[in-house]
C-alpha cells in the first residue's frame, strides 16, 4: 500500500507541477503579448507625435516666410512712398528755382500769346513778391494783351509760378510752382517705379 500511497504521491505531485509549468507559461506568454502591444502603442503615439510635432515645425517656418516676406514687401513700400516724397520736393524746388524773373516772364508771354487770339483772358495772377519784380517787364512783352484788358494782379493762392484767369472768372489754368511739381512728378513717378522694380 505504501507504494501505492508513494505513486499517487507522485502523480500528484507530477500533474500539480505541470498544471503550474502550463499556467506559468500562460502568464508569461500573456505577459510578452501585453508588453508587445504596450511597446507597439507607445511607439505609434511616440510617431503620432513626432509627425505633429513636424507639422507644428513647418506652419511655423511657413507662417515665419510669410511674415517676411509681408515684412519685406512694407519696408519696400515704405522706402518707395519716402523716396517718391524726397522727388516730389526735389521737383517742387527745382521748379521754383527755374521760376526765377526771365524764366517766369517768358512763360507768362508765351501763354498769354498763345490764348489770347483763342480766350478772354482777364488777369495774370501772381505771388506778392514776383508781382513786383517781372511787372515792368510784362509790358513790353505782353503790352497789346494788357492794353486789351488783361491785369496783372497778385494772388495769396499763388506762391510761386502764375494763373492765368478768364475774363469771367469761370475758368483758372494753373501755371503755379505746386501744379507743375505735380506735372512733372507723374513723369517722374513712373521712372521711380521702374528702377524700384528692378530692386524687388
Known amino acids: 500500500m505504501d507504494i ?3 505513486e499517487l504521491l507522485e502523480t500528484i505531485r507530477k500533474d500539480g507541477v505541470e498544471v503550474a509549468e502550463q499556467k506559468a507559461k500562460e502568464i508569461i506568454s500573456a505577459a510578452e503579448e501585453k508588453a508587445k502591444a504596450i511597446l507597439s502603442e507607445g511607439e505609434r503615439k511616440v510617431q503620432a507625435k513626432i509627425r505633429e510635432q513636424e507639422q507644428a515645425a513647418a506652419q511655423l517656418q511657413a507662417s515665419g516666410k ?3 516676406a509681408q515684412a519685406g514687401r512694407d519696408l519696400v513700400l515704405s522706402v518707395e512712398k ?3 516724397s524726397i522727388f516730389e520736393q526735389v521737383v517742387v524746388a527745382t521748379v521754383k528755382e527755374t521760376y526765377k524773373d526771365k524764366v517766369l516772364e517768358d512763360a507768362i508771354a508765351s501763354v498769354v500769346s498763345a490764348w489770347t487770339s483763342t480766350s478772354q483772358l482777364g488777369a495774370v495772377l501772381l505771388s506778392e513778391g514776383q508781382e513786383k519784380q517781372v511787372a515792368s517787364a510784362l509790358k513790353g512783352k ?3 494783351a494788357l492794353s ?4 496783372v494782379k497778385t494772388s495769396p493762392r499763388v506762391t ?3 494763373l492765368i484767369q478768364e475774363k469771367n472768372g469761370a ?3 494753373d501755371f503755379t510752382v505746386e501744379a507743375v511739381a505735380q506735372a512733372l512728378s507723374v ?3 513712373p521712372m521711380l517705379a521702374e528702377i524700384l522694380a528692378d530692386i524687388k
Do not use: K, R
Open 4 to 6: 501505492q500511497v508513494q
Open 148 to 151: 486789351s484788358g488783361l491785369i
Open 82 to 84: 519716402q523716396l517718391q
Open 187 to 189: 513723369y517722374v513717378n
Open 66 to 68: 510669410a511674415a517676411l
Open 160 to 162: 510761386g509760378g502764375f
Open 142 to 144: 505782353i503790352g497789346q
Open 171 to 173: 475758368a483758372y489754368y
